[in-house]
């Protein structure tokens, strides 16, 4: 079936990015990754202490006639960006100390609301060859929504899971390209500047979901359509040179995509949402019976509605875990426990029977719980 939104996967367009952007539809793409020209401002060449040359970025598209223009073309790109995005869609650039604090004012100008900086720590960064400023080590990545409004994507539990289920955080230790991901012609890099498939798998697996659509207005020779094809993301590319869009098509036709059963699962904020009340109803949990905390020092009855009753406390599960403990704030479905033979088991698990029963439905909206005894939780 042909996407909704009526655009193809895969397809590799050669031009000016900003006038190819013009011809896209509005609100049409559910991300942008942009690696764009640093403006690295070099001057003369750049030579190893043996005197060997340094394969640096020489490249015309990196050269610009000053910050005005730089600044013009920075504030183009990132216009039509917004307009191709939909409200809930997302961005991510990419680049070094010389670019990225410019383009950084010019996202809150325009309106985008930025979520986090990464820092991508390099394992193998090139060194200071002259010896007078510190090794630069990293490149800055910022994560903007489109605005402050947006209900953007974040595979939270994708992120922890990869970070060996500890919550990620925003350095980033990856190693450079290199080895047999570094593409080369004629025993040179094919592109001065190509990122590591690490960095995108990154990126798209924490803000896209499958069968998004990703556009990467720089796209060199296509480590985002690499990245994108494999995990079962759609994806545009735009890029100035053919023979940079060249390699790409060539080097993406012999991506094998994910199978759909191996890609990240849901996010539990998007699992169907199950009343407490409906573990009463079909008989999981009768009323009557009394709930526990782990630790034995708190308990509460069910009641036929779906509230539970402690003393004088009542209440859904969360507002009479807060209310007895005198906390804020308390996930109740974490919180309170049942006996099953002799054992304290989650409610959970019910919770997640029940889900497994009902299988995909339309994803949870974030719901707040009125009052103080409350949670803000999904599902």
């Known amino acids: 079936m042909a996407p909704a939104d009526g655009l193809g996967d895969?397809?590799?367009?050669?031009?000016?990015?900003?006038a190819e952007m013009g011809r896209l539809p509005a609100g049409s793409v559910d991300l942008v990754f942009a690696d764009p020209p640093y403006n690295l401002q070099l001057g003369g060449e750049l030579l190893r202490p043996?005197?060997?040359?340094?394969?640096?970025?020489?490249?015309?598209?990196?050269?610009?006639?000053?910050?005005?223009?730089?600044?013009?073309?920075?504030?183009?790109?990132?216009?039509?960006?917004?307009?191709?995005?939909?409200?809930?869609?997302?961005?991510?650039?990419?680049?070094?100390?010389?670019?990225?604090?410019?383009?950084?004012?010019?996202?809150?100008?325009?309106?985008?609301?930025?979520?986090?900086?990464?820092?991508?720590?390099k394992t193998n960064p090139m060194p200071n060859f002259r010896g007078r400023r510190f090794t630069n080590a990293h490149e800055t990545l910022l994560w903007c929504a489109r605005s402050a409004e947006s209900r953007y994507t974040f595979?939270?539990?994708?992120?922890?899971?990869?970070?060996?289920?500890?919550?990620?955080?925003?350095?980033?230790?990856?190693?450079?390209?290199?080895?047999?991901?570094?593409?080369?012609?004629?025993g040179r890099k094919a592109h001065p500047t190509q990122k590591p498939e690490a960095l995108l798998h990154r990126v798209l697996l924490a803000s896209t979901r499958p069968g998004d659509l990703v556009l990467d207005p720089f796209f060199g020779?296509?480590?985002?359509?690499?990245?994108?094809?494999?995990?079962?993301?759609?994806f545009i590319g735009i890029e100035r040179e053919a023979e940079y869009a060249a390699i790409a098509r060539e080097r993406i036709a012999a991506v094998e995509p994910a199978a759909a059963d191996t890609l990240a699962a849901p996010a539990k904020r998007e699992e169907p949402r199950i009343p407490?009340?409906?573990?009463v109803e079909r008989g999981l949990l009768k009323p009557g019976e009394v709930l526990q905390d782990a630790?034995?020092?708190?308990?509460?009855?069910v009641r036929a509605d779906g509230t539970l009753i402690a003393a004088e406390v009542r209440g859904s599960i969360h507002q009479v875990g807060a209310l007895l403990q005198g906390a804020p704030a308390c996930n109740g479905w974490a919180f309170w426990h049942f006996l099953d033979k002799g054992r304290t088991v989650s409610i959970d698990v019910l919770r997640q029977k029940l889900r497994a029963e009902l299988g995909a439905r339309p994803a949870a909206r974030l719901t707040v719980v009125a009052g103080g005894a409350g949670e803000a939780r999904a599902g």
Not at 10 to 18: K, P, Q, S, Y
Not at 163 to 185: A, F, I, T, V, Y
Not at 276 to 279: K, N, P, R, V, W
Request: with cysteine.
């Open 155 to 186: 595979n939270y539990e994708a992120m922890k899971a990869l970070n060996e289920d500890l919550q990620m955080r925003s350095d980033w230790l990856l190693p450079l390209c290199g080895g047999p991901e570094r593409l080369k012609r004629d």
């Open 295 to 301: 630790t034995g020092r708190f308990r509460a009855k």
């Open 10 to 18: 895969g397809t590799v367009l050669v031009g000016d990015c900003v």
């Open 276 to 279: 407490f009340g409906t573990l």
């Open 50 to 121: 043996n005197n060997s040359r340094v394969d640096g970025v020489e490249e015309a598209w990196d050269r610009f006639d000053g910050f005005a223009e730089y600044d013009r073309f920075t504030r183009a790109w990132l216009e039509a960006a917004r307009r191709l995005l939909k409200p809930e869609g997302a961005l991510w650039v990419i680049g070094s100390y010389h670019n990225i604090y410019r383009v950084g004012s010019m996202l809150q100008d325009l309106g985008f609301w930025i979520l986090n900086d990464i820092v991508w720590r």
């Open 221 to 234: 020779t296509g480590t985002t359509g690499a990245v994108a094809r494999r995990l079962g993301r759609r």
